[in-house]
C-alpha cells in the first residue's frame, strides 16, 4: 500500500510539474524573465562587437570580465529576480487569477502539490537560466576568434562554464524555495524580495555569523573564477565548497517543508486579495 501511495504521489507531482512548466516556459510568465536574461545577452554582444582589438588577444582578460559580470550582475540580480518571478508566482499567481482553489480541491496532497510546483519551478528555471548563462559564456570568448573557441573548448574552459552552470543551478533551488514561500506568505512578494535582496548585496559587510544566513555568500564560493572584488574582497571568506552546497541543500530543504506547513493551512479568500 505504501509503495502504491508513494507511486501515485510521484505521478501527481510530476503532472503537477509539467503544468508548471508550460505556464513558465511557454506561457506570459516568462516574458519578463526573458527580458531579465536577455540583459547579459545584450551586454556580451555589444562587447564582442565593441571590444577593442588589442584586448582580443588576450583570452585570459575575457575570463576575468566574465567572473566580474557574473558575479556582480548576472547571479546578484539577474538569477535573483528571474527566480524570484518565476516561484513567486507559483502559488500568488493562481490567487491572483483566482484559480488555486481548482488545484487545492484537487485529490492531491498539499505536500505534493508544493513539490510538484517547485519541480516545475526549477526545471522552467533550468531551461532558461542554464541557457542564457551558457550563451553569455560563449559570447564572452567569440572575440577571441580561433582562441577564443579552443580556450572554450579546453579541459579549462569547459570546466569553468560546468561550475557556473552549476552555480546557477544551486541557485534556483535554494532562491526558488526562498520565493516559493514568500509567495505563500506575502500579498506581494516582491517586497520581501527587495529586502532580500539588499541582505544579500550587504553580504561582505556583514558580521561571519551573519553572513551565513545569505545565500549568495556560499553561491559565491563556489565560483570556478574568483572575481576580483576589491577591498570588499578582504571582508569576505569563501566557505568550503562541499559545506557551501550542504548549506544550501539544508536551506532548500527547511525551506519547502515550511512551505509545506504553510500550504496545509493555506484557505483561499479571493475577496481580500
Known amino acids: 500500500m505504501s509503495g502504491n501511495r508513494w507511486t501515485r504521489s510521484r505521478r501527481q507531482a510530476w503532472a503537477v510539474a509539467r503544468h508548471e512548466i508550460r505556464l513558465a516556459v511557454f506561457g506570459r510568465r516568462v516574458l519578463p524573465v526573458l527580458l531579465l ?8 554582444t555589444l562587447r564582442a562587437v565593441f571590444l577593442p582589438a588589442r584586448q582580443r588577444l588576450d583570452v585570459g582578460h575575457s575570463t576575468a ?23 513567486a508566482k507559483l502559488f500568488r499567481g493562481e490567487i491572483l487569477e483566482r484559480s488555486l482553489h481548482y488545484s487545492l480541491l484537487a485529490p492531491v496532497r498539499r505536500a505534493v502539490l508544493v513539490v510538484g510546483k517547485y519541480l516545475g519551478g526549477v526545471i522552467a528555471a533550468w531551461i532558461v ?31 569553468d562554464l560546468a561550475g557556473y552552470l552549476a552555480v ?22 516582491m517586497v520581501p524580495a527587495l529586502i532580500f535582496l539588499g541582505w544579500e ?72 486579495e
Request: net charge positive; hydrophobic share 60%; charged share 5%.
Open 201 to 272: 548585496v550587504a553580504t561582505p559587510f556583514l558580521p561571519p555569523a551573519l553572513k551565513a544566513l545569505s545565500f549568495v555568500h556560499y553561491l559565491g564560493s563556489l565560483l570556478p573564477v574568483a572575481p576580483s572584488l576589491g577591498p570588499l574582497a578582504l571582508l569576505t571568506r569563501p566557505v568550503d565548497p562541499w559545506l557551501a552546497v550542504l548549506g544550501l541543500l539544508t536551506a532548500t530543504v527547511l525551506l519547502l517543508a515550511l512551505a509545506v506547513r504553510v500550504a496545509g493551512r493555506l484557505e483561499v479568500t479571493y475577496a481580500a
Open 37 to 44: 536574461v536577455g540583459m547579459p545577452l545584450a551586454l556580451a
Open 129 to 159: 537560466l542554464l541557457t542564457s548563462t551558457g550563451l553569455t559564456f560563449l559570447l564572452f570568448h567569440l572575440p577571441h576568434g580561433a582562441a577564443g573557441v579552443r580556450q572554450l573548448l579546453s579541459p579549462a574552459g569547459l570546466s
Open 168 to 189: 546557477v543551478a544551486l541557485a534556483c533551488c535554494a532562491y526558488g524555495a526562498a520565493f516559493l514561500l514568500a509567495g505563500l506568505y506575502f500579498g506581494n512578494p
Open 65 to 87: 570580465d566574465f567572473a566580474q559580470m557574473f558575479a556582480l550582475f548576472h547571479l546578484r540580480f539577474v538569477v535573483f529576480f528571474a527566480c524570484a518571478l518565476l516561484f
